[in-house]
């Protein structure tokens, strides 16, 4: 998500007509390929319409939630970054990176995840950005099972080669509003970016 | 690039054995291979192992650049935010989000391109990191043809799809030590990968 990219920038117009002539063939309805574009936009990187997953009504239910000035909850601050100009411009949610909540250690335990757990219990209906840390998305799936918490929408995008897998299948188990980005790919730009088009869709009152 | 991944944490070190071990064939020298695994590691995305360049003694030059506390030039506030950890945990240098530099709007150029123009006058010899704007690259080479500034390395990771290729062409063209992530992929962690990954090399003393 560049941050010269206001809604309706030339640039990101011209993007998006690029992006719709090269898409070729696809099964989203017109809300969820919105945000699929706003994805391969901010990545370049076609391969992601085929991970790209929605729970029923998960735009939906993330677009009330986002008017409803809920707060955001993302893992790492680069997600918090992605997002903060967007929504300082729009519905000015709360935004908070879970792993500047815990300066202390925790044995056994990544610092995201230590914060999160802390965010659990300040936002138990937050909407949930993670784009990186695998440890934070398991966390937040446990604490969902628990009947701990009940996200308005989790946004489940980390990265990498370990645990990635085993959290993106723990959050396809869980009974939560929910957009995937399945496999190894994610990052904190492809987090932002959905979280992003959510904001444009929600902001452009595109829903009745 | 995760918040949670300290120099030789034990999930960098699983990640990076997965990547040794599903790599398979490439040309690179043993330097540059850590670059390219580290990019890899933050975006799971092996396509990149053919898109990655490097000058003649980039990395050499990249690590010297750091160890002398060369200032660190990124265009926006997400490649800042992807390398500051890191940054601070080892040489110190000074981090400047180009994008950060100015309020005022100035007709026809974006926001970063303007900021990244009053970094090259405070910041002539800047180590520059591009994960997100063409124009800040463009402006970079132009700023180097017209002999006003000698960066010591420019990471060239522009992402997207509206004068990418062009930034990127312009900067193959330019006489500077430069790393570039080829074609319209790249993004703010793959251009904070690249500069933890010579941040790492620079501070385990792996040169000469």
Redesign the interface.
Same mark, same amino acid.
């Given at each position: =998500? %560049? *941050?010269?990219l206001f809604l309706n920038h030339p $640039?990101t117009t011209? +993007?998006f007509a $690029?992006?719709d002539q090269e898409i070729g063939q696809h099964d989203f309805d017109a809300l969820e390929y919105k945000v699929v574009r706003r994805v391969i936009? +901010?990545?370049?990187?076609f391969e992601l319409i085929n991970s790209l997953s929605f729970s029923p009504n998960a735009i939906k239910k993330g677009i009330n939630a986002l008017k409803k000035k809920t707060p955001i909850v993302t893992d790492?601050? =680069?997600v918090k *970054?992605?997002v903060l100009s967007l929504v300082n411009k729009t519905f000015k949610n709360l935004v908070i990176a879970s792993?500047n909540q815990t300066s202390g250690s925790n044995p056994g335990k990544?610092?995201?995840e230590t914060g999160l757990l802390k965010c659990c219990n300040t936002y138990p209906r937050g909407i949930y950005v993670i784009g990186?840390?695998p440890?934070a998305l398991l966390t937040l799936c446990q604490q969902i099972l628990l009947n701990k918490i009940q996200p308005s929408l989790i946004i489940g995008a980390p990265?990498?080669?370990? %645990?990635?897998l085993e959290a993106k299948q723990a959050l396809k188990r869980v009974n939560v509003p929910k957009i995937i980005v399945q496999?190894?790919?994610?990052? +904190?730009?492809v987090a932002?970016s959905i979280l992003n088009a959510l904001i444009t869709l929600a902001y452009k009152n595109e829903l009745p």
């Open positions: =998500m %560049s *941050q010269d $640039i011209k +993007s $690029i992006i936009h +901010s990545t370049a990187d790492v601050t =680069m *970054q992605g792993v990544t610092l995201t990186n840390a440890t990265v990498g080669f370990v %645990s990635v496999g190894r790919k994610g990052g +904190s730009p932002a």
